[in-house]
């Protein structure tokens, strides 16, 4: 019995051992096999190339340098590995003496660890003509890899600078967005290289790496291309872009040319700022000294700045007007001034527009004509029928982060200050003033409301890879006030073309266009006084801002021209030079059509 308990016990051993022999041989294969090929088998993301953008003409506006990076094999902190690091420094120093040495090895701190055991990265970029006479020396060290790097470059600097944006090295926020952001390094910031970020930087490729116990490279086993280089084409005819920014040299503010469609064949913000400072990267001191700048260059005007819009505004409200019991042969007695309460209301022109209809209203732009109305129409209607012609909505432009400005209203301010809404703030409205708030971008929309009856979206792209942007236009306005829309394009006319019109005096071009003036006070006017300065007499800042808002041809309208200069003091004598030299130049270069 005692014999046969051993020889079962020694049986049942041996059978455990050889299950376990088959576990090992046989059935883990498959897991063991897989743990290796994990532990000699690398796979690399490789990052594609930004796409380029170029403007209507294909002139290119944002490309790409060819350039390298250079990356160091890890550990080589280690005690034992020491003497290779002070090596390896030693000759990057002496190959190329123009990299910040101790910037290297602050970098390759940062990166190195025991768990890293991937190369770090402690160049972004030097130029292709700086490294191609050492790139074989660079390459036959073990302990230093160099690979391709581009970098973004914007060749016409200033120009544009605020559409087109930038490219900047990516933040923790960035990669979060994004996983993709961390392997190329870089990612749109502001306009449209941030819009359009996506599709510009493309998907990554993949490729599969055979390595040895040392962590070095033996075959590349498998290899997939990043995606092509995506190609975006935009509206913006840089020539034209460069003309216009000579145009306003010295001045501060915005200017659009839109086709009555939408596309942007100009859109400018002053003063404006080289891209390539962010890329390459500035001093805080330099940087400083440009955010605290009281012109704000870093502010997108266009899109990010907001003013009141003076009188440029009423041929928006009067359409309104026309439509809620104000009828265009109404008359308005103007004698400079209403009174309100214990308030005057003035009109900018002291001793008054005597008797006043619609059309001389907007001609010679008439405050007391358009107060007289407000208190008819009511600040109900009135916000109503501005907010559905899309003020105080974003445009659609294609760009990030649009403001919407403000449409008063009693409800706006219940919310906003949670106070009641009182006449004096109605007649304010009607002018422009008080709290109303546009962006140019707005007021050219408008202006091409008026021009053609349809309300355009802007936009910058014109062929996204060889997709054609596609154009949105909507029809917000009712079959009366499309009928009523002549009356107010005939006051816009006489602006320009009539004895009297508040930029009859300004414009010189070749074509005949049609629009409206504003001055947007910055400052209040106290009640007490009774003769104001003019516009040159007060300081910079105190200055009302500049509009002037056109579309033309008159007949057959085409584009729509907004100019805005900050304390530019009045519309027309502002920029009427400037509104007229770019319809000629709109003529000279065959994009306005003689009918």
Request: net charge positive; charged share 25%.
């Amino acid at each position: 019995m005692k014999i046969k308990f051993i020889i079962l016990l020694f049986a049942s051993i041996w059978m455990a051992l050889i299950v376990r022999v088959f576990l090992l041989a046989v059935e883990s294969n498959d897991y063991y096999k897989t743990l290796s090929q994990n532990n000699t088998i690398k796979h690399e993301k490789i990052a594609p190339i930004r796409g380029e953008i170029v403007d209507i003409q294909n002139r290119p506006i944002a490309i790409n340098k060819l350039g390298f990076k250079i990356e160091l094999a890890p550990h080589l902190l280690l005690k034992k590995n020491r003497k290779k690091f002070e090596n390896t420094i030693s000759f990057l120093h002496k190959t190329l003496p123009s990299l910040n040495i101790k910037d290297i090895i602050k970098a390759y701190k940062k990166k190195d660890s025991f768990y890293n055991h991937e190369f770090i990265k402690v160049v972004e970029y030097i130029p292709y003509k700086e490294i191609m006479p050492v790139y074989t020396q660079l390459n036959l060290r073990k302990n230093i890899k160099v690979e391709s790097a581009p970098k973004r470059y914007y060749p016409y600097k200033n120009i544009a600078a605020h559409m087109i944006g930038y490219v900047a090295r990516a933040n923790e926020k960035d990669i979060a967005h994004d996983r993709f952001i961390d392997l190329i390094g870089y990612t749109g910031k502001t306009g449209i290289e941030k819009y359009y970020n996506s599709y510009l930087q493309g998907t990554p490729g993949e490729k599969e790496i055979q390595v040895n116990a040392n962590n070095r490279e033996v075959a590349e086993l498998s290899y997939k291309a990043p995606s092509e280089n995506k190609r975006l084409k935009l509206t913006i005819d840089i020539e034209l872009q460069k003309y216009i920014t000579k145009l306003f040299k010295g001045l501060v503010g915005a200017v659009v040319v839109m086709d009555t469609h939408g596309a942007i064949l100009t859109a400018a913000s002053f003063p404006n700022y080289d891209l390539n400072m962010f890329v390459s990267g500035m001093s805080y001191k330099m940087y400083n000294s440009m955010a605290s700048s009281l012109d704000h260059p870093f502010t997108n005007k266009l899109i990010h700045g907001l003013y009141p819009p003076g009188s440029s505004i009423k041929p928006s409200l009067g359409l309104v007007y026309l439509v809620n019991g104000i009828h265009s042969s109404d008359k308005v007695y103007c004698s400079g001034s209403i009174p309100l309460g214990k308030r005057i209301f003035r009109c900018w022109k002291k001793h008054g527009h005597k008797e006043t209809n619609m059309v001389k209203a907007i001609r010679e732009s008439c405050d007391v004509y358009f107060y007289e109305g407000s208190l008819k129409v009511g600040i109900k209607k009135m916000s109503k029928g501005l907010l559905r012609y899309n003020l105080g909505h974003k445009t659609g432009i294609d760009l990030p982060n649009e403001f919407i400005g403000v449409v008063p209203s009693r409800a706006w301010k219940r919310k906003k200050y949670n106070q009641s809404w009182n006449k004096g703030e109605t007649l304010n409205t009607s002018i422009g003033q008080g709290y109303f708030l546009v962006t140019p971008l707005q007021i050219a929309q408008q202006t091409a409301l008026i021009a053609t009856g349809r309300l355009p979206t802007p936009h910058l792209a014109y062929m996204i890879g060889n997709k054609p942007y596609k154009e949105i236009s909507r029809d917000v306005l009712t079959p009366r006030e499309k009928a009523r829309l002549p009356i107010i394009r005939r006051g816009m006319y006489e602006v320009c073309n009539a004895p009297h019109g508040t930029a009859v005096h300004h414009v010189n071009s070749k074509i005949t266009i049609a629009g409206k003036t504003g001055t947007a006070q910055v400052v209040g006017i106290k009640q007490d006084i009774k003769k104001r300065k003019l516009e040159h007499e007060l300081s910079y800042y105190r200055r009302s801002h500049a509009w002037f808002t056109t579309y033309g041809p008159y007949r057959h309208p085409q584009y729509i021209v907004t100019a805005m200069v900050e304390h530019g003091g009045h519309g027309g004598s502002a920029a009427g030079a400037i509104v007229s030299k770019i319809y000629d130049k709109l003529l000279e270069l065959g994009y306005i059509k003689k009918r």
